[in-house]
């Protein structure tokens, strides 16, 4: 089934081979848009556009790309353009939950490594896709956060960092694109733990249950379940798609209503 909530826009998602960008892939196609996939794992991005392209032809494109570094940026945002005709939205969503080490035991290793990829790549994209997204007269950044940029936790202290300052810095370039007139939204999605393979740690700390790690992570959750990754990508496209058009500088929580306690 194919709708058009996002026709003839053009996605560029980082961390698309992982279980959200997957995710949002798929559903950003199904609604009508391009989407350039983009990813450290180039094998995993490739797989993806492949497997789109099966029933959506030349929809996907697939490229290697690390966040971390400002010459991939410049080039892989230049691609897809290309590719693609136009770029009008980001989604800045490649990400690492870190170690889980306490403030005494954390190292400069592991909270630069967090920073890199988790933070300073969101200033990259926006810097660098912020031209075409404005000449596509209608452009949307949506950077992936997390409900741990809004609420603490022990032994996340890297994560917590670097997701509080995309929700801030969110704002920024939502306020920035506002008062030159821009028509580019900006606005970032915080979900709680949410089924991808991100919570691995969390997997192994319980033996390798699954079932038993997630069911141990639901159990704080007003809904007592954990998402699912489509909970975030439906988030994704109303904020891609134009139903957005009023919505920037905002927050959107997909906790199972864990911020309402
Ligand atoms: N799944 C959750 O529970 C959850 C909750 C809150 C926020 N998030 C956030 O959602 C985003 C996506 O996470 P996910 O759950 O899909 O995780 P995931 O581990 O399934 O996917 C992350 C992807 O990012 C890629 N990546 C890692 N380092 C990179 C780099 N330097 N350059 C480019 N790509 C890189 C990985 O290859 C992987 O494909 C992350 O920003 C994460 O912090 C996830």
Redesign the pocket.
């Known amino acids: 089934m194919t709708g058009g909530r996002v026709a003839g826009k053009a996605a560029l998602i980082?961390?698309?081979?992982?279980?959200?960008?997957?995710a949002m892939a798929r559903m950003l196609v199904r609604e009508g848009a391009k989407v350039a996939l983009?990813?450290?794992?180039l094998n995993?991005a490739r797989a993806l556009a492949e497997a789109i392209n099966v029933d959506h032809p030349g929809m996907a494109f697939a490229y290697e790309?690390?966040?971390?570094r400002e010459d991939d940026w410049v080039r892989v945002v230049d691609a897809a353009v290309q590719d693609m005709g136009g770029l009008s939205i980001l989604v800045?969503?490649?990400?690492?939950?870190g170690q889980l080490l306490w403030a005494e035991q954390d190292t400069l290793e592991n909270w630069r490594k967090v920073q890199?990829?988790?933070l300073e790549?969101v200033m990259l994209g926006c810097k660098h896709a912020m031209a075409p997204l404005r000449a596509s007269g209608a452009g949307s950044i949506v950077n992936?956060?997390?409900?741990?940029g809004l609420a603490a936790a022990p032994g996340m202290g890297a994560?917590n960092a670097t997701?509080a300052a995309v929700w801030l810095y969110t704002k920024t370039v939502a306020l920035e694109c506002a008062k030159a007139g821009w028509n580019v939204r900006a606005n970032s999605v915080?979900?709680?733990?949410?089924?991808?393979?991100?919570?691995?740690p969390f997997v192994a700390m319980a033996g390798g249950d699954e079932a038993n790690a997630h069911e141990k992570l639901a159990r704080g959750i007003p809904l007592k379940r954990?998402?699912e990754?489509d909970d975030?990508a439906y988030c994704v496209l109303y904020l891609a798609s134009d139903e957005s058009k009023f919505v920037t500088g905002a927050e959107f929580k997909i906790d199972g209503g864990l911020t309402a306690q």
């Not at 992936?144 to 741990?148: F, K």
């Open positions: 980082t961390g698309a081979a992982g279980g959200l960008g997957q983009s990813d450290l794992d995993g790309h690390d966040v971390t800045n969503n490649a990400g690492i939950g890199a990829i988790n790549s992936i956060s997390s409900i741990a994560y997701k915080h979900p709680v733990f949410i089924k991808t393979p991100i919570l691995d954990i998402g990754p975030v």
